[in-house]
């Protein structure tokens, strides 16, 4: 049985530059989402040479603006799709949160991609031992 699931989708209550700015990491967070994971990490280590570690609400503000902008990374789905677009626009204001990959410590299974900002999970609403990291880009 299927449950019928609302995804909140509002764009305008993100101002119009930085809306275009996140339909641009989204982007490119969809097209490296699509690539493999050594190719994604290795990509990610690149971009975020140099860059300060995000605060949490930093790292926070961004993934609410990415989770407003792009239906596809407020699914739950889309979790690959949502990190990656929220850790490359922290990178735009010389940030960078930790990105991970991992997995629920609690069954069922369950492969998740996220990222943290002062060692918590930003955004996730689940205590910073919830999930277990496989990899990570601090």
């Known amino acids: ?18 809306r275009v700015e996140v339909r641009l990491v989204v982007v490119l967070a969809r097209l490296l989402a699509g690539r493999p994971p050594r190719r ?29 902008v792009s239906l596809t ?16 626009l922290c990178r735009l204001h010389g940030r960078w949160p930790t990105w991970c990959v991992g997995a629920r410590m609690l069954p069922p299974f369950a492969a998740h991609a996220w990222v943290e900002a002062e060692g918590v999970p930003v955004g996730e609403g689940v205590p910073p031992d919830y999930f277990r990291a496989f990899f990570t880009v601090p």
């Open 73 to 88: 990374c407020a699914a739950p789905e889309g979790c690959l799709a949502r990190s990656l677009a929220t850790a490359m």
């Open 40 to 68: 994604i990490r290795a990509v990610l280590r690149r971009v975020s040479h140099g860059a300060r570690p995000a605060r949490y609400g930093e790292a926070r503000a961004a993934r609410d603006a990415v989770v407003a």
């Open 1 to 18: 049985m299927t449950l019928p699931e609302a995804v909140t989708h509002e764009p305008r209550t993100v101002p119009l530059g930085r």
